[in-house]
């Protein structure tokens, strides 16, 4: 079969590609290409936002390849273009199969058949594709020899929707052939707007926490599966040998949530020799001192950390499961360690009030991150939160495009949507324009950098404050 695995045309121009300056791989279709490969399919993947594609361009190359299958990978900010490309799709190759997999057609299956689509792929999807695949070319798109194939959603001769059996999770990922990077412009990715060689490897999948907000845990499942330390390094060393790759980030939720895989991972790097920097998500309370010091002697560069409120209340609500002494601990480490680490703080909970939502801010100034990441409140579809906005008629906009935690779509019991987008201006603004913080990036060498990444309001400010500090001398110049 000739699979086309894509991104919908045209996110480029969607806030949440413009603001960070940043293009990555798509790893899910990356793993599900090398999947397909494998079984002896043709298989092309187009990176629309990568190569800013827009839907006339990618309408021509689609029907220029003329695919049997077009499987497209869906998340809630990007699902209204994916929509458009499908119907526009239809109208060009009328008896292409139609497949959307990822994060909101999982979640939001019948509006996914209702607009297009005709198979939603439902959570982890490579033996999924796998099977799909193999029955649509064996028998056509037959909706009874569907019914055998689990982890999908159809609609069948009658209209009705059909949704099978639970696909179990992979247990071995090791099994799982890596990415297909060999289909992905690799030259073309970026951070804060340069080129940059840098590998984004998975190696996990899933979350025991199940915070509320969080699709992880309801996508990826409730228990945390790890690749080997052997697997992951052999694909590093392949990274490095292929690409010229210089630094790693891992794409896991909670690396760190397995000190044994962290501690085989480092040993394996270094039979290899290999002197690769690395930066990954960790959790508050995975961490003590000896293990950030092992931690930042042996590679890692940069640790990021879920914070999220400063207020213990708002911690327990949202299932956190840390506490503010823990956090304060875990920053203190850092300090005295001398490491790099980036904490990200929420707001706009139900039950917080503006008070609450200052606190965060100070909370943030209190432990003093390298960078901290604000952003507001969002309910995905398939999280807890999603269903108790729901509940409580707190969703105000349902454009899902503006589903980027950087617009606020919903209210508060104590709060408006205004209130909270005039919040997230403001903890931008208190913690980066402060001279000590300015003062420590100017040394540091990052500032530009951070100026390329923060919210623009708070950007605007900063240069300004800059300014006066250097006596007028251009941000650009410093």
Known sequence: MKVLLTLPPGVHDLEVYKVTGITAPPLGLAYIAAVL????????????????????????????????????????????KAYVAAKKIKEEISDVILVAGGQHPTFMLSEALDNGFDIVVRGEGEITMSELVKGIEKYGYDPERLREIAGIAFRDSTGRIVVTRERPLIDDLDKIPWPARH?????????????????HVMASRGCPYGCIYCTTSYYWGRRIRFRSPENV??????LVDKYNVEHVVFTDDELTASRRFVYGFVEEMKKRGLDIGFACGARINHMDREFMRFLYENGCVALYFGVESGTQRILDKMGKMISLDQIRRVFQWKRELGGFATASFIL??????????????????????????????????????????????????????????????MRGFRFTREQLAKMLKYAY?????????????????????????????AASILIDKLRGLLGGKRASEA
């Open 348 to 409: 706009g909970f139900p039950w917080e009030s503006i008070d609450d939502m200052k606190r965060t801010v100070d909370f943030a100034i209190e432990i003093d991150p390298d960078y901290a990441q604000f952003t507001v409140l969002t309910p995905y579809p398939g999280t807890p939160l999603f269903d108790y906005a729901m509940r409580y008629g707190l969703i105000e906009d349902w454009n899902w495009e503006h589903y980027t935690t950087l617009r606020p779509v």
């Open 37 to 80: 490969e494998r079984e002896g399919h043709k298989v092309k993947i187009i990176d629309t936002p990568t190569l800013r594609m827009s839907i006339d361009a990618w309408i021509q190359e689609v029907k220029s390849w003329s695919p049997d299958i077009i499987g497209f990978s869906i998340l809630t900010p990007i699902a209204p």
């Open 183 to 199: 289909l992905l412009p690799m030259d073309r990715y970026t951070l804060f707007g340069k080129k940059i060689r840098v590998a």
């Open 233 to 238: 390094a052999d694909e590093i060393e392949f």
């Open 429 to 457: 603004r208190r913690f980066f324009i402060r001279t000590a913080f300015i003062l420590r990036e100017l040394k540091a060498g990052r500032l530009k950098d951070i100026i390329g990444i923060i919210a623009r309001e």
